[in-house]
Every structure is written in C-alpha cells, then in structure tokens.
C-alpha cells in the first residue's frame, strides 16, 4: 500500500487496475479493408471470384467514382477490387504489430457481392474472395499469439437484394423469410432498405427470430464466431439498430465470451447509448478535434465541449471508444487536414484524449484519399519505409501512450485557459500525470494555464515527453506560464525523482 496515500486516493483504489486488466481500455486499433491491404499471391488463381461485371483491377490503381451498372443496378465502383483476403493479411500482420497496434479490426467479411460487403449474402459464410472460416480462426489465433485481439463488422440492419433468403421471401408470401423482411410496393425495390438504397434490404429486427438468428442463439452469427476467435463486433449503422436491440446483442456478446467489445457505429451524441454498447465509433468527438483545428471552434469551446463529454458520458466507455481521425467513410486526414502541424497535432490528440486510437490502414504511412471511393485505395506499400516522417511520428505516439499508463487508463481533466488546448490525463499517482498543451493556432499564444491537481507540488520540475531535456518552468500554485509557437504542442510530466536526495514530492503520490 502506498504509505503516502490520502482519503481521496482511498476513494479510487484499484480503478486503473482494473482499467489495465481490460484490455478494450485505450486500446490502439488497426482497421483494414481486406480487398485493399495487401495483394493477393495466388491472384490468377482467384479470377475467376471476380465475373463480369466485377473487375480486379491492378495494385497501383486508385479508385474512381464510376457508371451504374443497370443489370446489377449498382455503381461499377461498387464492383471494383483489387484481390486481397485473410491469407495476404496475414502475410503482412508484421506492419501492425511493429506499428504497435492492440487490435486487429476488419471491414465486413462476410459473403457479399459487393467490394464493400455491406450487402450480406450469407452472414455465416466468409466471402470466397477472403477465404474460410478456418482462416478467420487462423488469423485470431496469429494475432492472439502476438498478443493482438480481433474485431469483425457486423451489419446486421440490413442485408444485400441478392441474398437467396431476401430473393426468396420477395417471390414466395410462404416463404419462411418472408417476416424477416418488410414488404412494401410504395418502398424503392419494394421493401424498406436502409437510407432507401435498393440493393441494402432491411431485417425486420423486431422479429425474434431474426433476432436468434444474429446474436440469440447459440449458433447465432454473434456467438459463433466469438466461438471462432473473435474478440468482439463492430455494429454498422448501430443507430438504426436502437438502444433496446443493441443492449440484448451486447449481453449475448458478453455472455458468450465475457470481456468482448461490442462498439457501435454512431454518429450521435454518445450519452444515452450506454451501456447498450460497450463504446461508441466517437464521432462527435472526432468532430470537436477537426473543427477546432480548423478554425471553426474556439479552443476553450472545444475543451468545454470535451469536458461534457466525458461528464455526461462518463469516463469508461469513453476509454473503450474508438476515435478515429479518418476511415473508409470519411475523406483522408491528409485531405481533412492539408497543413502538416495541424495533422500532427491532431494525432497528438487522438492518442492523449480519453479513447481508443483507431488508425484507418495507411494513414500512418500519410497516404491520400478523397471522397468515396478514392479513400479506400489499396494500400501504398511504397511509403513503408523507416525514413517517412508519418510512419515515424505515428510510432512515436504509440510508444508514448504505450509508456505512460495514464494516457491509457487515466482520467481526463480540462486546465483552465482560453487560446489553448489544455488538459492532464491522470492516476492516483502524481508521478503518472500527463499535461497536454496544444496551440491550434497561427499566433504565438503566451498563458498562464491553471492545472487544477492537488498533488502538482509549487516550484517541482518538469519533464518533457516529447523533447527530454527541453527545460519548462516550475508550477507556481498550480499555474504554469507557458509560451507556444504556431501549432507547437507540448507533453509534459512533472519529475517525482529526488534530486541529490531531495523532492518536494516526498509525502506526495
């Protein structure tokens, strides 16, 4: 027991214990598009997965938005891939565990027809392009062994028009589908499909045995490949899904493999979506960090806005959310962002602000991507090298939150400024405590920044995460003055360590 521990250490005993015990806990996330990551070695024998009006294009070519294609009634782009499955992933697993990634997260992979595979054909059946079943096994064995988990894309709202159990139920009113789909000759396609493309019917969730079928029993599509390896879901469009509905295939989850992560695609304010998912893909704090770095909020709104977050929402689901700055529904960070020190900043942020990281394949390596479909490009091997600077400074955040438990499992707390991005990521350890300081402006910013930590002992040193050796001056009842250039950013911990056998921190910790 620390012998310097106080009542309000007390009150949080065994918190962030408990936090690091969890492994979906500030977990660092690595999401691939299977077709898109690595190419294929056996691709000549694979052509013929891919017919008329599918086209396998060659690895060094972009996506375009392309025609409608009328005989699928689909967009040619839609029909475009490029040859990748589970067994060249698996041949480059080396990038990503040297990138220092927790989790393994995997666009859909389920049967489709599509390149997108949001159009399911067969939930339980691996798609032919990927691979087996016995390869989703291979490969959450691989990254266990590895001391990786994996996480599947469940789309689960809805299914493809092909699917021979919605092919089925629209021709034949007997069919033993038919109430697993809701008809209707007023609808575009005749059935409710999501956002009212055609080619993506909607599952009647409300029936129960649609719902047996995803999550409820036993062979469910939820449990059994949990049963396969899987450590947890991804929910598309979990907001179409509902907060009851998520809640029940979050307990299935949970009840057949206890500790899997079942985060849920939302583009709402988080708050009231707890617990019926574990964590939410955290849009609206991904729009906080770009539009403040972009000029459109204020530093202090966008600390203000962050500090109800994390009130509101409370701190443990935030830990076990996913903030991503780009993915294959967003514009690249590099067309986001276009100022170098404004991208730097913003991944500074999203591995010390209380998340998830989730980096989208090949944004550590700076590739460039507008909208649909150019962001799902295949991945630019060319740029893994040692010497690109975005590879390096990815690694270098990733290190540092792998070093410091508080970025990990802390809790956050504003400081109070006004031309700042300004906050502390802290345990009950003094020793733990992270201060971030961000100017995601083009002025030299000086600021007398409170810190309000008890523990931040008066005139006690500084250290510098991100340049050792860089000398700060002291706190001065919890103020620090600081002095930021145009989009300098600062990581700082204050130094327990005795100095020839002394340190104001000697009953503090």
Known sequence: MNPCANRFDAQVAGRYEAREADWRNGAVTYQVLVDRYAPAENLQAKRHLYPAPKRLRDWSEVPQQGHFVEEVRLWSHELDFWGGDLHSLRSRLDHIVRLGADVLYLNPICEAFTNHKYDALDYQRVSPEYGTREDVRA???????????????????????????????????????????????????????????????????????????????????????????????????AHDIGMNLLHALTQAAHEEKPGSLVVGELWNWPKEWFPAVDGVMNFSLREIVLRCLSGRLPAATALRMIARMVDECGIEPLLKSWLMLDNHDTIRL????????????????????????????????????????????????????????????????????????????????????????????????????????????????????????????????ICDLLQPGRVHKPFVAGFLEVELQPWEVRVLQPDVRPLEGYTTYKRVR
């Not at 300081?437 to 008066?458: E, H, I, R, T, Y």
């Open 139 to 237: 490969l959450a064995a691989e990254l266990h062994r590895n001391g990786m988990k994996l996480v599947l894309d469940g789309v689960f709202n809805h299914m493809g028009r092909q699917a021979p159990c919605f092919q089925d139920a629209r021709s034949n009113p007997q069919s033993p589908w038919r109430d697993w789909f809701i008809f209707d000759p007023q609808m575009p396609g005749g059935a409710r499909s999501w956002m009212q493309a055609e080619n993506l019917p909607e599952l009647n969730m409300e029936n129960p045995t649609v719902q047996a079928y995803l999550w409820g029993d036993t062979g469910s599509v939820v449990r059994s490949y949990l049963r396969d390896g899987v450590d947890g879901w991804r929910l598309d469009v």
């Open 334 to 461: 590099t067309q986001a962002l276009p100022d170098e020190p404004a991208r730097r900043m913003a991944q500074l942020l999203q591995f010390t602000l209380p998340c998830a990281p989730n980096l989208y394949y090949g944004s550590e390596l700076g590739m460039t991507g507008g909208a649909d479909p150019e962001m799902r490009a295949p991945m630019r091997w060319d740029l893994a090298t040692d010497d690109n600077p975005t590879w390096q400074w990815t690694r270098q955040l990733i290190e540092l939150r792998r070093s410091q438990r508080a970025l990990r499992v802390g809790d956050w707390r504003a400081a109070e400024c006004e031309r700042l991005l300004a906050f502390e990521r802290h345990t009950d350890r003094v020793g733990e405590t992270v201060l971030v300081l961000a100017n995601p402006s083009a002025d030299v910013v000086q600021q007398d920044v409170l810190f309000a930590n008890s523990k931040l002992m008066n005139n006690s040193p």
